[in-house]
Structures are given as structure tokens and as C-alpha cells.
């Protein structure tokens, strides 16, 4: 009977022990209650990880946020982080046209330039009324919209008297950053960050994991407006109006990138063939691009480069931007579909690179049943390109085993071509086939195709191509 007893208090001291962790497990932290003018650094430091943090609608000034691993931000109504500093102007004494304040001055990040933009790699952007300010290379001649940044002393420069307008400069990098992992950024608005290049105003360096961002709108953000790293989420949000690009996600597994709009990205004027535009997407499995607006980005609309696998494009409507369209490259399987796709490339000088949709150097591709609409000028429709790039992942970046089929491709103008381009010392390209396309030729021209050389629709044929497809002026 003692024995039993022992044994008894024994499992009933575990059954206690059990529900007394089991109550433990079930206590939820109580959200925490945040206004503009609160720290929020300060309260993410002092609340435990997977904390809900909710913001009440104003403008938090100068915030950067560190999470903890499952930590949650909301705002609720007309929720503002901004990376800038209201700055405070008095007449320069030196020369009576002039309007000068102090700042300090960040270092020039990396990046290469456009030739028309060599300011390009400084990331702190001035703000007139929230306007956006041209920066120059010096005080002489200043016109009104532009201003100069005198870093060795400390001096910001304005032409003209910005009494009774609100003046900002960038001066915060981030505005969520760090490793934690399952953090989740709902229902704000991030702006005016002094993001460097290859970062971004939400997601900082791109190292944390499972990060997911919804209904955020950031913009004007001197880097990249949401970058994520490994199994990234970015949802119904809108990213316009940043310095470098819009949008990027950065190794891992099962990203998602769903249902936002895209636009009007790389104010800053950062080399379209170095990083800028729409999106750039890296050594990603199974990433999921869908239902997105992507448009008039100054760089490629939407851009997977580098040891992409399994990557799935679908229900995008991705028209006027600089440069491509959709571009996976130095990449491998992929399905690019159900997009409607017009008006890209139409001013990018850069043969077979400015097509609607391009595949370079990639292979095991399906491209289908898109809607592609190629403008005047140099713009081109469906490209595949084989160059020699090297060996990724997957083996040697090679364009074969491609099928691009049952796609809809008009030609406005006289020029433009679909079809491959393969180049001197490229391994070579097998398996590729173009099939069951339907071509329209609104300004007639003969020689919209290409394999390897330029062809007129019957010799693309003789060449084995399209031997189902059709092409109609």
C-alpha cells in the first residue's frame, strides 16, 4: 500500500506539474499599446520575444526596430515611420541666395550609378513638404528642387526660403531590421529612410527568417522599400517610389511575394544592370511571385538572378518598365504563366535584354499561356539568351530545355523579336523549343524572330520552330 501511495503521489505530482505548464503555455502576452513620440525600441527591449505590439495612428520619427523572434507590429489607422530629421534653416551669411542648416552627414554606401545620377550611392534624400529634392554636386547655381550637402562641414544647402515649409532629411537607415525570425509588420506606412543600396527600409540586411510584411506601404526610402531574407512573405502592400527597388528576397525557401503593386522604383538612379528597379529575387526554392501590379520601374519589372529554383510567376500584370519585364537568370526550373506582360524595354537599347519576358542562361523553364504586347522602339517579345556565365547550384547555367508555348504576343511596331541569341564560347544550348504561339503584327516588319540569327517567320520555321504557331498581320 506504501508503495502504491508513492507511486501515486509520484504520477500525481507530474500530473500536477503537467497542467501547471500546460496554464503556463495557454497565458498570452497582452499586447502592447504604442504612440507616436514612444520609444519602440525601448519597448520590443523590454517585453518577451513573440510580443504584439500595436501602434495608434500618427507619425513615429527616427524609429529603428530590432525584434525579437515571433514579435508582431500593427498599426492601427494612419501609421507613419519616418527615417528623417525636421531640419531648422537661417540665411546663409556667405551668399544672400542661400538657406543653410546643420546636419550630419552619413557616409556614401556602395553601388554603381547611372552617369546622369553619380550621387546615386549617398543615402540621405531631402524632402521639401515631402517632396523629394535633387542633390548636387555643389552650392554654385543651385535651382529651385535641388539642394547640396557640404559633408566636411556639416552644411545643408537649399535656394530657396523654406520658411513656412516642413524640410526633412534622411538620416535613419532602418526601420525594422535584424535576424529574429517570424516577425510579422501589419498596416503601416514606412518613409523616408536613408537605406543603402542592397538593403532595405523594412528587412534591413536581409537576415532574418519567415518574416511576413502585409498592407505596408513604403516609399520614397533611399534603398530597397522591402527586403527580406530566407522565406520571406511580402502581401497586399504597395512599394513605390524608393531609391534602388521596390522589392527583394534573398535565399531560403517558399517565399511569397502576393498581391501588391510595385512602382515607379530607383529615383536615385542606381545601373539598371547592377540592381534597380522592380525586384530582385536570389538563391530562392520554390518562390512564388503572383497577382502582383509591377509598373513603370526605372530597371526590370520583375527579376530573379542566381540559383532561382522552382521558381513560379503567375497572374502578374507587369507593363512600362525600363527594362524587362519578367527576367529569371543564371537560373534554373521555372514556370512563367498566365501573366500579362506590355510596354517594357520600348526605350533600353540592349539586344534581346528588354524583352517582355526573358530567360537567360537558364534552362528546364515553361513559359505559357501569357499576354505579351511589345512597344516601338527597341523592346523585344520572348527571349531566350545563352551566354557563358559559369556553374551555379544546379549545374552549368546554360539555356536548354525550355518550352515557351501558347502565348499571345503582339508587335506594335516594325521591330522586335522573339525567339534565342546564343554567343560565341556558350555552352551549347539543347532542347529548346518555341510552339503553339500566336503572333500579331500590327506594323507589319518581316523579321521579328531569332534563332541564334535573325529570321523572317518561314525561315524560323524551316529552323523547326513554331511549327503549330501562327503569325497574322
Not at 65 to 83: A, M, R, S
Request: charged share 10%; hydrophobic share 35%.
Amino acid at each position: 500500500m506504501k508503495n502504491f501511495m508513492k507511486h501515486f503521489q509520484v504520477r500525481f505530482g507530474v500530473i500536477i506539474l503537467s497542467f501547471a505548464a500546460m496554464s503556463a503555455a495557454a497565458v498570452t502576452t497582452k499586447p502592447v499599446q504604442l504612440s507616436p513620440g514612444d520609444n519602440i525600441q525601448n519597448a520590443v527591449t523590454a517585453a518577451p520575444a513573440g510580443t504584439t505590439f500595436e501602434l495608434s495612428a500618427g507619425t513615429y520619427r527616427m524609429q529603428s526596430v530590432q525584434p525579437k523572434n515571433n514579435d508582431i507590429f500593427v498599426g492601427e489607422g494612419g501609421v507613419i515611420l519616418t527615417g528623417a530629421q525636421v531640419l531648422s534653416f537661417k540665411a546663409d551669411a556667405a551668399n544672400s541666395s542661400l538657406w543653410i542648416a546643420s546636419a550630419t552627414p552619413a557616409a556614401a554606401g556602395s553601388g554603381q550609378c547611372q552617369t546622369a545620377h553619380p550621387l546615386c550611392a549617398y543615402t540621405q534624400d531631402l524632402f521639401v513638404d515631402s517632396v523629394l529634392q535633387t542633390p548636387a554636386s555643389s552650392s554654385a547655381d543651385l535651382k529651385a528642387g535641388e539642394w547640396y550637402f557640404d559633408r566636411s562641414s556639416k552644411t545643408v544647402y537649399v535656394p530657396v526660403n523654406p520658411a513656412g515649409h516642413t524640410v526633412e532629411l534622411g538620416m535613419t537607415s532602418f526601420a525594422f531590421y535584424g535576424t529574429a525570425s517570424g516577425v510579422q509588420i501589419e498596416s503601416l506606412t514606412v518613409q523616408e529612410y536613408a537605406t543603402p543600396a542592397q538593403t532595405g527600409a523594412v528587412g534591413g540586411y536581409k537576415n532574418g527568417t519567415g518574416w511576413i510584411v502585409s498592407k505596408v506601404e513604403s516609399r520614397w526610402n533611399h534603398g530597397t522599400g522591402i527586403s527580406l531574407g530566407p522565406a520571406g512573405q511580402i502581401l497586399n502592400s504597395f512599394i513605390h517610389n524608393n531609391g534602388q527597388m521596390g522589392v527583394g528576397i534573398v535565399n531560403g525557401s517558399n517565399s511569397k511575394i502576393i498581391g501588391n503593386e510595385i512602382s515607379w522604383n530607383n529615383y536615385a538612379g542606381y545601373a539598371t544592370n547592377w540592381e534597380a528597379g522592380g525586384s530582385k529575387f536570389w538563391a530562392t526554392t520554390n518562390l512564388l511571385v503572383e497577382s502582383n501590379y509591377v509598373h513603370d520601374n526605372l530597371g526590370n519589372g520583375l527579376w530573379t538572378d542566381c540559383d532561382n529554383v522552382g521558381t513560379i510567376y503567375q497572374g502578374n500584370t507587369v507593363v512600362n518598365n525600363l527594362n524587362a519585364g519578367i527576367q529569371h537568370e543564371i537560373s534554373y526550373s521555372a514556370v512563367i504563366t498566365g501573366n500579362t506582360v506590355e510596354g517594357n524595354g520600348a526605350t533600353s537599347n540592349s539586344s534581346f535584354w528588354s524583352g517582355q519576358i526573358v530567360l537567360a542562361n537558364s534552362q528546364n523553364v515553361q513559359i505559357y499561356f501569357n499576354t505579351i504586347e511589345v512597344p516601338s522602339g527597341y523592346a523585344d517579345g520572348i527571349t531566350l539568351i545563352n551566354e557563358a556565365r559559369g556553374t551555379g547550384t544546379q549545374g552549368v547555367w546554360v539555356a536548354s530545355n525550355n518550352y515557351v508555348h501558347n502565348n499571345t504576343v503582339t508587335y506594335q511596331g516594325e521591330t522586335g523579336q522573339s525567339g534565342m541569341a546564343s554567343y560565341s564560347g556558350a555552352p551549347s544550348p539543347t532542347g529548346n523549343r518555341f510552339d503553339y504561339n500566336q503572333y500579331t503584327l500590327k506594323a507589319a516588319g518581316t523579321v521579328h524572330w531569332a534563332w541564334v540569327n535573325q529570321m523572317t517567320w518561314k525561315e524560323l520555321q524551316t529552323a523547326g520552330q513554331e511549327l503549330q504557331g501562327t503569325s497574322t498581320n
